[in-house]
């Protein structure tokens, strides 16, 4: 079945390092979406990218979908410790209904002060 | 801002028996989803409820599960018969449109 990856799983960072999360799924996207969930939280939605090749900026953050809408990244410039969580891509299963999302297995995030 | 609220917070049960867990979605959102995780793994979609009707349901959420929206506001998910390994968390969550999902704080389901 169609699946979503992610890595790495874990990544450490000194405070004011860059971090970067990196997703790929085995079928084209019509759209992905990242989510942030802290430590004993629950996901929130940060963004959707649709377009091929579409570039979002929040503040530090920058997140990119591939131009073959298969692929997609988080990248966080220099980290803070209130960065700290799991960071989670997921899109819609292929043919499927866009309100079901599949979820990468998350890339958990530490940052040492 | 608006929540998604889930109640209650810890369902400790002992197994076979039922268990409902309940959600009030945001008021004007039409889209209302339940998911798990179990502890440390990611998020897996149960089901999707749109226009008072089942709208998608995963291969987990067999006969043992079922979803109602009673009266207009809550969102129940019932397990009728639970197993050891339906423990985990269970997340609701709501959304305007077919992205952007609201989670509630979820549920923690301990089945012993």
């Known amino acids: 079945g169609q699946q979503v990856m992610q890595i790495p799983q874990y990544q450490h960072v000194q405070e004011g390092e860059d971090f970067t999360t990196y997703c790929n799924s085995s079928t084209t996207l019509s759209n992905i979406q990242w989510y942030k969930q802290r430590p004993g939280g629950h996901p929130v939605f940060l963004i959707q990218l649709v377009k091929s090749g579409e570039v979002k900026k929040q503040k530090r953050l920058t997140f990119q979908f591939g131009e073959a809408k298969k692929n997609s990244s988080l990248h966080i410039t220099a980290t803070q410790t209130t960065d700290v969580g799991t960071y989670f891509c997921?899109?819609?299963?292929?043919?499927?209904?866009?309100?079901?999302?599949?979820f990468g297995k998350g890339t958990k995030l530490s940052v040492k002060p | 801002e608006p929540e998604v609220t889930q109640t209650p917070s810890h369902q400790v049960t002992q197994m076979g028996q039922e268990v409902i867990l309940r959600c009030v979605p945001i008021?004007?959102?039409?889209?209302f989803y339940w998911y798990r995780q179990i502890l440390g793994q990611k998020v897996e979609f149960l089901v999707s409820f749109y226009n008072n009707e089942i709208s998608e349901k995963s291969e987990i959420f067999d006969d043992q599960f079922s979803v109602e929206r009673p009266d207009g506001s809550n969102f129940t998910l019932k397990i009728r018969s639970t197993k050891l390994e339906d423990s985990a968390m269970y997340f609701c969550?709501?959304?305007?449109?077919?992205?952007?999902?609201?989670f509630g704080s979820g549920t923690r389901l301990t089945v012993v």
């Open positions: 997921a899109g819609p299963p292929t043919g499927g209904s866009q309100g079901n999302l599949i």
């Open positions: 969550a709501s959304s305007a449109f077919r992205y952007g999902y609201t």
């Open positions: 008021s004007n959102h039409l889209y």
